[in-house]
């Protein structure tokens, strides 16, 4: 069974031929504790850059529990290029519940939210090679709980109309 679903992942991840790098790192404290995205913990992804004619869009992909005791998330990222050069360095604020009603936003099923923010979008990289993100949170709390995962997903840029 297990073959199965993993084919099928695989299959549904190729369907998607704008896709260049998608990548989730599973978050846990300092002493061990699942689930908590600790201050010192700063997930850092690398992927690729074939093209410099092309756009992209950088994604940020955040899975949080029910119990997640707040409706936002701030993360700062740090994007460095192959020349180990500082290209950017954000705050985002991401909002993974209604700030009126306390609805949880993203996709869920039981008490697991999954969510994927546009955070640098129409992305132009002046050079081909390894293009390295940091992501940190940067919330009042030195460990944040229900905090599942994080991770980035870089996709071409398409123009598609709204």
């Known amino acids: 069974m297990m073959p199965v679903v993993a084919l099928l992942g695989l299959l549904l991840a190729s369907c998607d031929s704008g896709q260049v790098y998608e990548k989730n790192t599973d978050l846990k404290s300092p002493s061990g504790v699942p689930y908590v995205w600790a201050v010192q913990e700063k997930p850092t992804f690398e992927f690729e850059i074939p093209d410099t004619t092309q756009r992209y869009d950088v994604y940020f992909n955040v899975r949080n529990a029910s119990g997640y005791e707040y409706y936002n998330l701030y993360v700062k990222h740090t994007l460095t290029g192959p020349d180990g050069k500082v290209i950017s360095r954000l705050l ?8 009126r009603t306390g609805e949880p936003r993203g996709n869920g099923t039981g008490d697991i939210y999954d969510h994927q923010f546009l955070a640098l979008p129409n992305q132009h ?6 293009y390295k993100i ?5 919330m009042r709390q030195d460990q944040l709980p229900n905090i599942m ?6 996709a071409k840029h398409t123009n ?3």
């Open 92 to 99: 985002h604020q991401m909002l993974l519940m209604d700030p």
């Open 125 to 130: 990289f002046s050079q081909t090679g390894p």
């Open 134 to 138: 940091m992501l940190e949170q940067y």
């Open 149 to 154: 995962a994080v991770g980035i997903r870089v």
């Open 160 to 162: 598609s109309p709204k």
